[in-house]
Each structure stands twice: as C-alpha cells, then as structure tokens.
T-cell receptor
C-alpha cells in the first residue's frame, strides 16, 4: 500500500474560523511533510516531521500549526487565515529521514482550501 | 545554492509525438533526482527516479538518465498519449529530507 490519504478534499473557511487538515499513511514511513501549492507553481515546503518530531519549519506564519500525534498521522491546524492562503495543501511521506535514503516522497491528493 | 531548472512550457504535442522535457540542476554532493507528474486536480505522483550518476530511471514508457557531467536529467518518451497530459516536475534531494522542485512543465497532448 503506497497510499497517503488526506481529508477533507475541499475546505472553505472564513478568516475567523479554526479548521484542521488531516493526513494519514500506513507505509511505516518515518518522515512526513506539509506542502502548499499555488496554481501553476511547484509545491512549497512548509513543515517536515521526522520520527514524530518537527525537524524543519520553513518560516511558516503561526496561523499554520502542525501536529504529529503518531507516526501515521499528520495534522495541520488553521486559524485566522488570509485569502492569500487559499491553495492546494499537500501531505507527503518518505521512508526515512536519515542520510542514505533516496528520499522518494509519496504524496496525498491534497486539500483544496479557499479562504473567504 | 541548490536549484533545478526546467523548460516551463506549456508544451503542446500531437499524439504519438516524441517528448523531451529538459531538466538541469545545481547541487553540492550527489543528489538523488526525480520526475514527478501531477494530473489535473490531483497530487503529485513519482514517475521515475535515479540515485546515482549514469542511472536510468524508467516507468510507463518515460525515461531519464542521470548525467553528472552535464548536470542533467532530461525526461523522454517515444510516443505520447492524450492521457500523458499533465504537469511534470523535475526534483532533487540534497540534504536531510528536503526536496527541491523545478518550476514544472505543462504538457498538453492533442489527438
């Protein structure tokens, strides 16, 4: 099973709402990622969790708050977002975060977020 | 710094035409190289990869060879189909857990 699942598929929220995006994988991968993708652009890395610890935060605004409850789950909590945060949010996982692993990432289908 | 450059397109081809999408990279050390494909409305899927110089990655009729001397990883397919219409991203992995993507190349294949 090489599947990464994400819920919800679509989300519309106001600027005062709080919502969460969820990601799940059952491949035994120990690294998980959040990316933001705008239309016609490559994914932009937001966060990396390795062995359930936050290892990379690409200077993401605090209105985005990641959480890794266990090795299979990754959440992204959203609060007080701005319209420019509207994008496709992609979750990915890879086998291992250590050097020597080839770094193949498996992506979920994404959550398409619209902030009004 | 580390970077990936690829032709941005859009590229429009007729069915059964030959496809080449150029990708060059700048990196320290010996990165792993990838091609990912994104179909409309979907996430990214790994198309093929190569982890060391002279390796050839292949999948679904697509091929790319890791050329260290020219720092390139060009994607080729001998005969494209309408179903190949998508955005193709060249990418590399350098240090611990960070993948760098090229800007993407949009491909449209017309019958």
């Amino acid at each position: 099973d090489t599947e990464v699942t994400q819920t919800p598929k679509h989300l519309v929220m106001g600027m005062t709402n709080k919502k969460s995006l969820k990601c799940e994988q059952h491949m035994g991968h120990r690294a998980m990622y959040w990316y933001k993708q705008k239309a016609k652009k490559p994914p932009e890395l937001m966060f990396v969790y390795s062995y359930e610890k936050l290892s990379i935060n690409e200077s993401v605004p605090s209105r985005f708050s990641p959480e890794c409850p266990n090795s299979s789950l990754l959440n992204l909590h959203l609060h007080a977002l701005q319209p420019e945060d509207s994008a496709l949010y992609l979750c990915a996982s890879s086998q291992d975060g250590t050097r020597g692993a080839d770094g193949t990432q498996y992506f979920g289908p994404g959550t398409r977020l619209l902030v009004l | 710094g580390n970077s990936v450059t690829q032709m941005e397109g859009p590229v429009t081809l007729s069915e059964e035409a030959f496809l080449t999408i150029n990708c060059t990279y700048t990196a320290t050390g010996y990165p792993s190289l990838f091609w990912y494909v994104q179909y409309p409305g979907e996430g990214l899927q790994l198309l093929l990869k190569a982890t060391k110089a002279d390796d050839k990655g292949s999948n679904k009729g697509f091929e790319a060879t890791y050329r260290k001397e020219t720092t390139s990883f060009h994607l080729e397919k001998g005969s494209v189909q309408v179903s190949d219409s998508a955005v193709y991203f060249c990418a590399l992995k350098t240090s611990y857990d960070k993948v760098i993507f090229g800007p993407g190349t949009s491909l449209s294949v017309i019958p």
